[in-house]
């Protein structure tokens, strides 16, 4: 990874794209919005266990099902999501991030079929939260965090920070 951010920067970056409407209910939106983020990542898994992946192999077509059929095949929406998850922990804290460092988040192995209850006991606030499910996962919190900037950046360009749908 060529470009590097800070906890702190990120959090910045995030506080840019905040675009509610005077009035709004900070704390509540943030609240639903974390829960909405948390389940487009469990939706992932549950259909990856209902429906699996079809995998091509040297051998075949294979079907995977299970958390390795969102990790191979669907990885890419994985860190979408993660992003996602990210921001709405990071502008949700209240906690001081000048002390954290991405670096503080210990690479741990996720129990796939626990991973609700590790998201909800692993650390004490959301973010540090965020940032274990996506070292869990597999990915480098700090590179979640760049991936998510570069998202909302391009939607900001284009006019689309509005709306729904994960491919605006």
């Known amino acids: 990874m060529s470009e590097r951010i800070t906890v702190r920067e990120y959090r910045a970056f995030c506080e840019t794209m905040y675009s509610c409407p005077p009035g709004t209910d900070r704390e509540t939106y943030l609240e639903w919005l974390l829960a909405e983020e948390l389940g487009e990542v469990a939706s992932l898994f549950s259909k990856a266990i209902r429906d699996g992946a079809v995998l091509s192999t040297h051998l075949g077509t294979i079907t995977v099902y299970g958390p390795d059929a969102v990790l191979v095949h669907n990885r890419?929406?994985?860190?979408?999501?993660?992003?996602?998850?990210m921001w709405a922990a990071v502008m949700k804290s209240k906690q001081d991030l000048d002390a954290v460092a991405w670096s503080d988040f210990e690479?741990?192995?996720?129990?796939?079929?626990?991973?609700?209850?590790?998201?909800?006991?692993?650390?004490?606030?959301?973010?540090?939260?965020?940032?274990?499910?996506?070292?869990?996962?597999?990915?480098?919190?700090?590179?979640?965090?760049?991936?998510?900037?570069?998202?909302?950046?391009?939607?900001?360009?284009?006019?689309?920070?509005?709306?729904?749908?994960?491919?605006?």
Request: net charge negative; glycine share 8%; proline share 3%.
């Open 76 to 85: 890419h929406l994985l860190e979408k999501e993660l992003g996602d998850v």
């Open 107 to 168: 690479s741990a192995p996720l129990d796939f079929d626990q991973w609700h209850a590790h998201y909800m006991v692993c650390t004490s606030t959301e973010f540090e939260r965020a940032c274990m499910l996506a070292v869990g996962f597999g990915f480098d919190p700090e590179w979640i965090a760049l991936a998510n900037v570069a998202k909302l950046k391009s939607r900001k360009a284009r006019g689309v920070v509005h709306g729904a749908g994960d491919n605006r």
